[in-house]
């Protein structure tokens, strides 16, 4: 089955930890996402890759950090610099930003302080 | 700046009636406006994406209308069920906003038996 799929679903961090959230796709999208909800804060964009080896800074990048060095894997790590990460992080992807942008999302990663 | 507006209440409704979802937003030409449905600790899932020159999109039960004048999208479910219980997000893509989707809040919709 094609899709996203995105671990671990739960995950704790220690204070001064970096943690790293993973994101795979086997949609063969080129663009991908990686977003923060908060109870009623809606969807936050943290960063975005359209291609390969890039990727820009979204709304919310401070604390945060990723790569992207293959088509289907865009890792995000959550740094001990993030004072506040305690919430649920979606990843998507897109088959690229240039066209309708509509996104395909995995299952989300809920990250908690211990 | 860019805003969307989306209910805030949520939208109870009894099951078979029609569930009338709003999107407004301001300070923004897009040149596509999407919707989205989440349910609890999930992703959100893509339903309908309407452009700008379209005025109404239709999918089975699901309508969605788009007035660039008034800068207003509705989302119709008709016949609605207990299923279609979750939260119903709006987004709006302009390959100018150096092509992010701008998103609203979503509002929650509970069709009840």
């Known amino acids: 089955d094609g899709g996203i799929t995105q671990s671990p679903k739960y995950l704790f961090r220690k204070e001064g930890q970096n943690v790293t959230l993973s994101c795979e796709q086997n949609l063969n999208h080129d663009a991908m996402y990686w977003y923060r909800q908060d109870p009623g804060q809606g969807l936050r964009l943290i960063y975005y890759?359209?291609?390969?080896?890039?990727?820009q800074k979204g709304d919310i990048a401070e604390g945060y950090s990723v790569s992207r060095e293959k088509k289907e894997s865009f890792p995000l790590t959550v740094t001990s610099a993030q004072k506040n990460p305690t919430a649920f992080y979606l990843c998507a992807s897109s088959i690229g930003s240039g066209t309708k942008n509509i996104q395909y999302f995995g299952a989300g990663t809920r990250l908690s302080v211990l | 700046s860019q805003k969307i507006e989306q209910n805030s209440e949520a939208l109870n409704i009894q099951e078979g009636k029609t569930a009338t979802l709003t999107c407004n937003y301001t300070n923004y030409s897009p040149a596509y406006l999407q919707w989205y449905r989440q349910d609890p600790g999930r992703g959100p899932v893509f339903l309908l994406l309407i452009r700008e020159n379209e005025k109404e999109k239709r999918k089975e039960r699901l309508k969605v209308t788009f007035d660039t004048t008034l800068k207003q999208s509705l989302f119709h479910i008709t016949a609605s069920q207990p299923a279609d219980s979750a939260t119903y997000l709006c987004?709006?893509?302009?390959?100018?906003?150096?092509?992010?989707?701008?998103w609203g809040l979503g509002t929650s919709l509970a069709v009840n038996p």
């Open positions: 987004a709006l893509y302009n390959a100018g906003n150096n092509r992010k989707l701008i």
């Open positions: 890759s359209q291609i390969v080896n890039d990727f």
